[in-house]
């Protein structure tokens, strides 16, 4: 049972490249969710999915796209990176219900130059 | 929309001593629970103690316990007999009890946790 997974662990970019963020978890898990962490900050929502098909935006949503076509897996999109999407970011992955904690992956690096 | 504080961010605690990290949340809802998370040099996020804001009683995990004041939206940790390992940054989280809110973390900004030897 590995959890939830992310790669890569770092990635540097150029302005205006894109790339994919993958994540994964084995734990069955119906909820899935994006976060980004700034230096200093705390995790802010990108984007979550409640099921296989159903995504949403979350608090900062803009320049990333998602999908959701298994229960395991929920790739983030970064089009057009941009300085600003420097961060670090984490995928979580909690069951449905009120009583369940989310459980986060490692995390990817990015740097956009 | 809910916002969580966390109004130091730094603290020191001497090895074995006791450390309190402070936090508190807005929020107008009545049915909600609070996490306090830890974040060690590796990055990962590692759940320490969560505590559902209709029990009165405070929760607590080994040496970690918490002071929910409800009233006063406070939610502070206390971390007893303290250790190198506990070095960390911690965040604060809320989340709504919701299912609305699809059951999304708002965080603090964080305390970083520096234990002395």
Redesign the interface.
């Known amino acids: 049972n590995a959890g939830v997974t992310q790669t890569p662990k770092f990635r540097i970019l150029k302005i205006g490249q894109s790339m994919t963020l993958q994540c994964t978890q084995d734990m069955n898990h119906n909820y899935m969710y994006w976060y980004r962490q700034d230096p200093g900050m705390g995790l802010k929502l990108i984007y979550y999915s409640v099921g296989a098909g159903i995504t949403d935006k979350g608090e900062v949503p803009n320049g990333y796209n998602v999908s959701r076509s298994t229960t395991e897996d929920f790739p983030l999109r970064l089009e057009l990176a941009a300085p600003s999407q420097t961060s670090v970011y984490f995928c979580a992955s909690s069951r449905t219900g009120r009583y369940n904690e989310q459980f986060f992956g490692p995390g990817t690096r990015l740097t956009v130059l | 929309a809910q916002t969580?504080t966390q109004s130091q961010?730094e603290m020191s605690v001497q090895e074995a001593e006791t450390v309190t990290l402070s936090c508190t949340y807005d929020t107008s809802e009545s049915d909600y629970?609070l996490?306090w998370y830890k974040q060690p040099p590796?990055?990962?996020?590692i759940?320490v103690i969560?505590q559902e804001a209709y029990k009165q009683q405070n929760a607590t995990e080994n040496r970690f316990s918490v002071n929910f004041q409800k009233a006063a939206k406070s939610f502070s940790l206390k971390i007893s007999d303290s250790q190198l390992g506990d070095a960390a940054m911690y965040?604060c989280?809320y989340r709504s009890?919701s299912?609305g809110s699809?059951?999304?973390?708002t965080?603090?900004?964080?305390t970083l946790l520096t234990v002395n030897p």
Do not use: E
């Not at chain 2, 699809?102 to 973390?105: D, E």
């Not at chain 2, 965080?107 to 964080?110: E, I, L, T, V, Y």
């Open positions: 969580v961010p629970y996490f590796s990055r990962q996020m759940l969560r965040f989280a009890g299912g699809n059951y999304k973390l965080f603090g900004k964080g």
